[in-house]
DNA sequence: TTAATTTCTGGAACGCGTTTCAGGTCAAGT
DNA sequence: ACTTGACCTGAAACGCGTTCCAGAAATTAA
């Protein structure tokens, strides 16, 4: 049952059953009523892939993660996900995991239309195959690009960074570890921590002390581990969530070593229920801004401001 | 540029170029090499849309969840992924608000074809409604659907839920309140925590201490000081989710009120950090289960069971 | 050397809705 | 009475890839 079945049964063509189907202008009421009968009573309803295919529009958005454990991405997807329902966009979801291949492959079906635009909340191939890609749609990386010209939603994360590093300072702390997602080389965002802890310091952030790849609760905990197994005893522990702070923590307090401060990032629940000194990188916002320009024609750049926060403090350090 | 393009560029007809992009037989490497040279000359790629349109299928799987905060939908929506991704199926997030017109709205787009199969991770609309639906596709629920015919992956969760009103009991605790995401009257699952409940206290719990609409651990906070308001002490929290027992208990912190004794659930990180009592529920195996049940054309039940979790008990009141 | 396969290939139909365009009607404006 | 413009309508083309079927050519089997 089709749109040209619906047309003869009904003694009209395809084109005004489509007309009355779509609320346009310039059908006559007879036409509309007799169209609408035959509609209601074979219970049609219109094929969305061929629609799709005609206007040239999904509505759809692909959105690329490399995991999905990590809230910052889950925060990206929420706020994506606010804008997106009210304007009639559905978001589809791409993990990558950080494999070029599979990046690709999404890159690749864009040109294929399968998705009118693509959000990368983080992304493993390079920015300049990013930006050439954009001849076949809209395309939306979460980060600062630099000079790059392609549509970017991010945090400006240097001010907070400083504050956070500034605050520990003042806490006249001297060996600070550093856990982090992705290596200086890879993560421009990594490479603001160490700018940022340099500028604050007056010098690199220890080797010794820093540990890369750690994404999860259990991550922290193993870092920890690897610290203290390596004779390392930070008097900080600057890490790149929440989550991961309290993991590490919990490695202290189950071998009864001291626990060094703890940074958290993310501002998630478990830096609240620890009175964790945190940062807010506004995902949510971040989402819904990278929807917006994901939908639109114009390639710009927007960010918003992170926030250090630093919670009323009690003793971090029971359990 | 479309196939037909490239059909005639190099030569061949629509069909042949086809059997080459699919690798299919019957082509001979003359007809293979000119086409190929043709699509890399050119750059071309095929419409995923038409694609999609021509077979009747999209890959893409709806997955309707009625919030996005909380952890139950992620823990289901990683599942899902994690088995969608290597079977080559997209998912498709659709936000419900338990709006029983929005969800029709998605029943709707599976009529038009817009998704493969949809998974229901809870639902507003009536369990007859979607197994009326499964004419037009795949459907698929996550709660026990009892005689209903309808494909449905869950958590059998009667045993831990009386496991952990045993271990309530046990614990001479005798004013339990419980905090539900939804009324008794809407959901199973509910029905299912007063039926545990009323089987090991011996009667129904009551309903001065009951809350429903919670969700997060803000709505834990607020249940507790809604208690308090209402000058009910109880001895202690069973809620529907670690967080919310830790929104509860900082309340009680926060007032300098002796925290009742909390039970769980989901297993979350909060309820690790406070060594709460909880009840994991195996979401990610329902959600990996639920994608094998969309894409098979069977129509059956499977569930998983879920565990009380008691860990090693230390005190939880402390901040 | 036939008969029977298997291999190639392309035209045309199919999946299905949208849109353009041309042709026609009818009421309002001059 | 004549022009203008708004209103209706449908055939056909378009978006684009897949597949069935028929016919031709090349092998293989007998």
């Not at 489509?18 to 219109?46: F, H, W």
């Not at 549509?151 to 001010?159: K, L, N, Q």
Request: net charge negative; glycine share 6%; hydrophobic share 35%.
């Amino acid at each position: 049952m089709n749109i040209h079945d619906i047309a003869k049964l009904s003694g009209y063509s395809a084109a005004t059953v489509s007309r009355v189907i779509n609320c346009r202008k310039y059908v006559s009421d007879n036409a509309k009523l007799a169209v609408q009968k035959v509609i209601k009573e074979y219970d049609y309803v219109p094929n969305d892939v061929a629609r799709d295919l005609s206007k040239g529009k999904t509505h759809n958005i692909g959105v690329v993660m490399p995991h999905t454990k990590h809230p910052y991405y889950t925060g990206i997807i929420n706020g994506i996900m606010d804008a997106a329902f009210p304007a009639g966009y559905r978001i589809v979801l791409l993990p990558s995991m950080y494999n070029a291949d599979v990046e690709m492959n999404y890159l690749n079906r864009l040109r294929r239309k399968a998705y009118d635009a693509i959000i990368f909340t983080s992304h493993g191939i390079s920015l300049e195959d990013l930006v050439n890609y954009q001849t076949y749609g809209s395309i939306v990386c979460c980060h600062d690009p630099g000079n790059y010209k392609i549509s970017a939603a991010y945090t400006e994360r240097i001010d907070s960074y400083l504050a956070a590093f500034k605050w520990a300072k003042e806490q006249n702390v001297h060996d600070v570890s550093i856990l982090l997602s992705r290596d200086f080389t890879l993560s421009a965002t990594s490479q603001l921590t160490r700018k940022a802890f340099s500028d604050v310091f007056g010098h690199a952030p220890s080797n010794d002390l820093l540990r890369t790849g750690i994404v999860t609760y259990e991550d922290g905990y193993a870092s920890a581990r690897s610290l203290h197994e390596n004779n390392q005893t930070p008097d900080m522990i600057f890490s790149n969530g929440d989550d991961i702070a309290a993991g590490a923590r919990q490695f202290y307090l189950d071998n009864n070593l001291p626990v060094p401060m703890l940074i958290g990032q993310e501002n998630q629940l478990s830096g609240q229920l620890l009175n964790l000194p945190t940062i807010d990188h506004n995902f949510h916002e971040i989402g819904r801004l990278a929807f917006e320009l994901a939908i639109s024609d114009e390639t710009k750049q927007v960010s918003v401001e992170s926030k250090f926060i630093l919670r009323n403090q009690k003793d971090c350090s029971d359990s």
